[in-house]
């Protein structure tokens, strides 16, 4: 079974800190994904990597960014936390290849005060 | 981006009910998923669709992949409590290699 695990289930963090949530595949999956979920606004793409070093942003990038030195391992980086950064953060990976599904974290529910 | 209308947003339904819920777009896709997240967890896909008009189950779920392409549908046979969280549709656009697009979700609640 592909596992995708993310480091933290919930976080509290103060304005204006630097977070970093972390987020580790074991089954070799090319693609990484990182979304948050708001009630009412479902998945919303953040940044999204196919390869090594590569990244893309997605529909919501701003006041995010993110890493991926290795293949197995993506992180999002919130450079300045703010309060409208308080959501449900879902890391998820895929095969390359179009029509793979995606497998996904448990998510991390962060709070910003 | 692209955007999946998903319907309807939210079902009150009674345990062993049937249950039905849709996704629609305005552009073509070429594949079709169905995804179910269950409360504090990431979703988990149920069924993946690959051709129009295609028909599958994974036991009382049963999604089609609509003839044009633009739609797609899942039912839910005799539902039960375990049936409750988010159920997610998502498309693969048919063009360029561009990530999955989500639907908003339907939350189901099943009353016992």
């Known amino acids: 079974d592909v596992k995708v695990t993310q480091s933290s289930r919930y976080l509290v963090k103060r304005t204006g800190e630097k977070v970093f949530l972390e987020c580790v595949q074991d089954m070799d999956h090319e693609n990484m994904f990182w979304y948050r979920q708001d009630p009412g606004l479902g998945l919303r793409l953040i940044y999204f990597s196919y390869d090594v070093k590569m990244k893309e942003k997605g529909d919501i990038p701003e006041g995010y960014s993110v890493s991926r030195e290795k293949k197995e391992r993506f992180s999002l980086i919130l450079e300045s936390a703010s309060t409208n950064q308080t959501s449900m953060y879902l890391c998820?990976?895929?095969?390359?290849?179009?029509?793979?599904?995606?497998?996904f974290g448990s998510g991390t529910r962060l709070t910003v005060v | 981006g692209q955007q999946l209308n998903q319907s309807p947003q939210s079902m009150f339904i009674q345990e062993g009910e049937d249950v039905s819920m849709n996704c629609t777009s305005s552009s073509i896709f070429n594949t079709w998923l169905w995804y179910k997240q269950d409360p504090g967890e990431g979703p988990v896909l149920l069924i993946a669709?690959?051709?129009?008009?295609e028909l599958t189950s994974n036991g009382r779920l049963t999604a089609q992949f609509g003839i044009t392409r633009k739609d797609s549908f899942l039912n839910i046979s005799a539902s039960i409590p375990s049936d409750v969280g988010i159920y997610f549709c998502a498309g693969l656009p048919s063009s360029g290699n561009t990530p999955l697009v989500f639907g908003k979700g339907t939350r189901l609640s099943v009353i016992a």
């Open positions: 669709l690959y051709k129009a008009g």
């Open positions: 998820a990976s895929s095969l390359r290849g179009r029509g793979f599904g995606y497998t």
